[in-house]
């Protein structure tokens, strides 16, 4: 399953403070689509607009052309919109089976359908098997991470939004989490990509968007973004390196 | 900083301060009040809401400022009651010793059951009261060889001054004059230390903890304050009632003060006032719907919390803001300064050095920080640098003693500080600032940058008390330095502002100008720059500039890497709680090592770094 | 030292866990400690013992009013509690408004009930009367509450094995990673309501023919309620049920070596000693490193 996104001209802000200001995204279905840009920029804020955490002061947001803008959080969840926030938000206390078995709730897929969802999680994440039973919060970041993406795939996503999957992780892990992606994208799910490392984001994305200061400052396909300034300057502003 | 360079303005015009006049009114209607009242119950009625006050007024600097909700202090007024009541009708004692038992007794009980709050929070808290109030019920029952159980205490004196006994109308103005006096107390108490300081222990533990504040000793301080009023009170009920029995001190007796004192308006200062009259001045309520009292009580409750959490002294203030709005006038935000303090020879900080080996922070499975050794030198300014999660934060949160160590020494100067409480530490000279502002929502932003210098203010508490020339001069020139320092940070127009209200990057600032205000030696700031525009950042590098040419020593962890170029000399590179590198800006940031670390790319020999 | 103290104490104690749990089920989801939560108890007391006395079956009136004083919770829900947690979750302002609830209905049940209290007779087979074994004095109805308690625990336990169960306990956890995963806290929370206050209602019939159904039964066991889910650990059931039982014990032992007036006092300078050992009570899970 796969969905297109697109964003038009949104508005959000915390409280009166605006984050985010006329910013339109257009996300093909099935594609891996980078975010990139510098702390602050809005990013994140703008994923949790989209799975409806903040709600958009203006603008829409249209999931194969319905407008999800305003939408509980658990029915953008129901229509397929699946948001790994940052940080590896997991039910710490709870085991690395109930954690899963959490990604499916409110999920209307029967019994096989279910152990499906299982099988695809422990063959994509097989470490995942072997540490069923643990505390989530006693895994090492990179199981965290993975559990937290495999959480979210329970649910079958047509749009799957990741918040930095790199956060603090060791480089070969990163390879795995970026490889999993991949394979995502293989089996026709939509990816939006926030991620601090942005030349190896760029490598995987079909396309990109530059953020910053709360607007799109650029976008083009990733292969050309790579090597153009802007992506640089978003980051490690001008005249360093 | 020094008064000596403070200019002589031209002459302030003498005013009369509007407090003084308040005060006056208060004490002519005190005066007067025995011959307006016309007659022996309506006296005997102003003496209850007299004593009804001095409780109400108890409550609220527990409940309202300090934020611990009570539900006994029904029971504490109880204790202040038997106690006055016992030793002076069993015990032949005169009043005065009597009823300063009484006092500290209710102040022992307040301290008991202080000290489980230090560890739970807030709701916690309400219950443990509860409970208390349930026991001293039963104890009130229970020790009948005492007090005389369900019969109480009978025949209670009245009290004696120079051999004769006091007159109805004379005790309704002794009562009336500590109502005054406590007024006064509280209100010193809050306009000092004390009242930023309870606020930050209401709304924010963290900020409070940085700027030094015990929040042991503080919570303690308001527990024993505000039992002794209470019990202070409890000696005044139990000599003008002359009779005592455990019926007058029922688990209602504590909700109708707690609903005195959310009607009023809770954390205010004249809400015990308006709440005790609100209740008396529909006395036929207390009478002819006696058995519908809770109901009553349950329903103002409700609707206060859903429609006016500030009570009805914060309703009549919104109310009268509003109206001061629609008609266009605004106070003016600039005060004229007696005191003008500048910068000074003796404001020079020696700047503190920093040794960390060795350090390591697991968060469950995840290792945060991984072997961290790391030197800061005294006087510099030292950027820490490196992706999200490389664990900055955090080694921020261990040099200032949130978080604890696994493994591993830090070093201030020469000092040890790891175990050390945050307060502690932040009293050695340690400044910070947050990721988030973390400012005092409803204090203005004086108030907040003055929170800074907590922890260094001498006035005493009986100083602040009774606002003695001393805590006067200090908060003047506390006050003046907090200006000072807002407007060093470039806030000079929005000192009277609340700090809610100032926009994010202006927080930013304030926290900063905090921070300076407890003289530190080693000041943290953690992404002063996020959400801040070119031209802010520009202004703050020169602000970071001039804080150092203070001799201070910074730490600065940020992401705008522009800016840590611009200021620093020294930068250190975490990735993944590792140091990956460390140098001069210059070196460091054409480090492929580190260029490949920001941007991800894959390893450094595959990878193109562009000159 | 009478040994009569074992089952009696245990019998209260069990009663005191009950409403521990009903405070558990609020709290998981809502991180609101009600305080109404004792008159729900008495109003359930109250409305079960009027109907066993108009004829009705014990499990009818059982039901009957567990599901009246759901409602009247999840009316609490939506009067006093989300209009307040809405404007701002982090006050506590809660704790007034729950109180001013608990105030309201403790009134008006005052005034439909009056202040006699009313007697309730244990269900067929069981009985109050009490008999000898082995040396010790005890009812069959004790025993059957000691055993029913433990078992509607455990029962309850394994309710929160269920995924609507583990959605509880993750919302308690982290409100916003929940929502993420498609669970909707506000419908929880009303779920929560609706149970919590049939679950009080529950007790409130199973503690009536021990301590009789009157509207003092309300701020009573809301102290020893939260007593024993303190002791036991705020949110942990299994801990409020011997927490339930240590203080059962305490209250029947004070209240029988030193006088029936030291019930209260033992209880409370047993929950002041713990607290101030372990302040997170003796099964509390630490609080979750807030970064």
């Known amino acids: 399953m796969t969905a297109r996104l697109q964003i038009e001209a949104v508005d959000v802000g915390y409280g009166h403070v605006g984050v985010l200001e006329r910013v339109s995204l257009d996300i093909p279905a099935g594609a891996i689509v980078a975010l990139v840009g510098s702390n602050g920029a809005g990013k994140s804020t703008l994923l949790r607009a989209v799975s409806g955490l903040l709600k958009p002061s203006r603008g829409r947001i249209l999931l194969d052309g319905a407008d999800i803008a305003g939408w509980r959080p658990d029915r953008i969840v129901d229509a397929g919109v699946l948001h790994v926030a940052e940080g590896r938000r997991l039910f710490r206390q709870q085991s690395v089976g109930d954690n899963l078995e959490l990604g499916l709730y409110g999920s209307r897929l029967d019994r096989a359908g279910q152990t499906a969802r299982y099988r695809l999680v422990f063959e994509l994440f097989p470490i995942l098997a072997e540490r069923r039973q643990s505390r989530a919060g006693v895994l090492s970041g990179g199981q965290q991470q993975m559990l937290a993406i495999g959480q979210a795939l329970m649910r079958d996503p047509r749009v799957l939004m990741l918040d930095e999957p790199s956060l603090g992780l060791a480089p070969i892990i990163v390879d795995q989490v970026l490889d999993v992606i991949v394979r995502l994208r293989a089996a026709g799910t939509t990816i939006v990509l926030v991620e601090q490392m942005v030349e190896r984001a760029l490598e995987i994305a079909d396309y990109a968007y530059v953020l910053q200061n709360g607007r799109v400052a650029g976008h083009g396909p990733a292969a050309e973004l790579a090597t153009s300034d802007l992506v640089r300057n978003a980051y490690i502003g001008a005249g360093h390196g | ?611 | 030292m009478d040994l009569d103290i074992i089952p009696s104490g245990l019998a209260a104690g069990s009663l005191y866990a009950l409403v521990a749990v009903g405070f558990n089920i609020l709290y998981r989801p809502t991180n609101v400690f009600n305080f109404a939560q004792g008159d729900l108890v008495m109003l359930g007391a109250m409305i079960s013992a009027s109907a066993i006395a108009a004829g009705l079956p014990w499990l009818a009136a059982l039901l009957a009013a567990a599901a009246l004083v759901g409602v009247i919770g999840l009316a609490e829900n939506f009067l006093a509690v989300a209009p307040i947690v809405r404007r701002s979750s982090a006050s506590h302002a809660w704790i007034i408004s729950t109180l001013a609830y608990s105030l309201i209905i403790d009134n008006l049940v005052g005034h439909v009930w009056g202040p006699d209290p009313i007697r309730v007779d244990p269900p067929w087979p069981f009985s109050v009367t009490s008999f000898m074994i082995g040396g010790v004095r005890t009812s069959s109805y004790q025993l059957a509450l000691i055993a029913l308690t433990g078992l509607m625990i455990l029962g309850i336990e394994q309710f929160y094995r269920t995924r609507a169960g583990r959605a509880v306990r993750a919302v308690a956890e982290d409100r916003d990673a929940a929502l993420l995963r498609g669970i909707d806290p506000d419908r929880l929370s009303r779920w929560s309501f609706f149970l919590g206050a049939g679950f009080a209602a529950m007790t409130g019939l199973l503690a009536s023919p021990t301590m009789y159904a009157s509207t003092q039964l309300g701020p009573s066991l809301l102290v020893k309620g939260f007593e024993a889910a303190a002791v036991g650990g705020i949110g942990n059931n299994r801990g409020a049920l011997v927490a339930g039982w240590i203080l059962g014990l305490a209250e029947a032992l004070g209240g029988s070596v030193l006088s029936p007036g030291y019930q209260a006092a033992s209880t409370f300078a047993l929950l002041l000693a713990i607290l101030l050992i372990q302040p997170r009570g003796l099964f509390g899970q630490p609080e979750a490193r807030s970064v």
């Open chain 2, 1 to 611: 900083m020094s008064e000596s360079r403070s200019r002589s303005g031209p002459a302030p015009v003498r005013r009369l301060n509007p407090r003084w006049l308040v005060l006056a009114g208060a004490v002519l209607l005190v005066l007067a009040f025995p011959t307006l009242a016309h007659g022996d119950y309506r006296l005997y009625l102003g003496t209850q809401v007299a004593i009804y006050l001095l409780v109400a007024m108890g409550l609220n600097l527990l409940s309202g400022y300090a934020g611990q909700p009570s539900l006994c202090h029904g029971a504490l007024l109880a204790v202040g009651a038997y106690v006055t009541a016992i030793a002076m009708t069993d015990h032949g004692w005169s009043f005065w010793p009597a009823a300063a038992a009484g006092m500290a007794l209710t102040a022992a009980a307040g301290a008991l059951i202080a000290l489980p709050a230090f560890r739970v929070s807030a709701w916690y808290f309400a219950l443990i009261t509860l409970a208390f109030a349930d026991v001293v019920g039963g104890m009130l029952v229970e020790w009948g060889g005492l007090t005389h159980s369900f019969a109480g205490v009978v025949g209670i004196p009245m009290p004696e001054l120079s051999g004769h006994a006091l007159s109805p109308a004379e005790l309704f103005w002794l009562v009336a004059a500590l109502d005054i006096a406590c007024f006064l107390m509280i209100a010193n108490l809050i306009r000092g230390r004390f009242g930023r300081g309870f606020a930050a222990l209401r709304d924010n533990e963290a900020a409070a903890r940085a700027s030094g504040i015990s929040m042991i000793g503080l919570k303690m301080f308001a527990f024993v304050v505000s039992a002794a009023i209470t019990g202070l009170a409890g000696a005044f009920y139990a000599v003008q009632k002359t009779v005592i029995t455990p019926d007058d001190f029922t688990p209602d007796t504590s909700i109708f003060f707690l609903v005195v004192v959310v009607l009023g308006g809770s954390g205010r200062l004249w809400g015990p006032l308006i709440g005790t009259l609100a209740f008396f001045v529909v006395p036929e309520l207390l009478t002819s719907l006696q058995s519908w009292r809770l109901l009553i009580y349950g329903v103002v409750l409700l609707a206060l919390m859903l429609f006016a959490p500030h009570g009805l002294e914060g309703a009549f203030r919104a109310g009268w803001r509003r109206l001061v709005r629609s008609g266009g006038t605004t106070r003016p935000a600039a005060v004229t300064e007696a005191v003008r303090p500048t910068l000074d020879d003796d404001d020079q900080a020696a700047g503190m050095a920093v040794s960390i080996a060795g350090l390591v922070k697991r968060f469950g499975g995840v290792t945060a920080l991984d072997h961290v050794t790391l030197r800061i030198e005294a006087g510099s300014v030292h950027a820490i640098v490196g992706p999200n999660g490389s664990g900055k934060t955090t080694l921020l949160n261990m040099i200032c003693g949130f978080f604890r160590p696994d493994e591993g020494a830090i070093r201030l100067d020469q000092t040890d500080i790891v175990g050390r409480a945050t307060a502690r530490i932040a009293r050695l000279g340690v400044g910070r600032t947050f990721q988030t502002p973390k400012l005092l929502a409803d204090l203005s932003a004086t108030a907040n940058v003055m929170l800074g210098a907590y922890a260094a203010e001498r006035a005493s508490t009986v100083e602040v008390a009774l606002w003695a020339p001393r805590a006067a001069r200090e908060h003047a020139l506390l006050a003046a330095k907090a200006r000072y320092f807002l407007g060093f940070v470039g806030l000079g127009d929005r000192v009277g502002e609340p700090a809610g209200e100032l926009p994010h990057s202006q927080q930013r600032l304030a926290e900063i100008a905090r921070a300076l205000m407890g003289r530190p030696r080693l000041l943290l700031l953690d992404e002063p720059a996020a959400g801040l525009s070119l031209s802010e950042i520009d202004r703050l590098g020169a602000l970071i500039r001039s804080i150092a040419g203070l001799g201070v020593t910074v730490v600065i962890v940020e992401h705008h890497l522009d800016l840590v170029a611009d200021i620093c000399r020294h930068v250190t590179v975490l990735d993944r709680g590792r140091v990956l590198a460390e140098g001069t800006p210059d070196s460091v940031f054409r480090d492929p090592a580190v260029v490949s670390a920001y941007m991800g790319v894959r390893p450094v020999a595959e990878a193109q770094v562009p000159a």
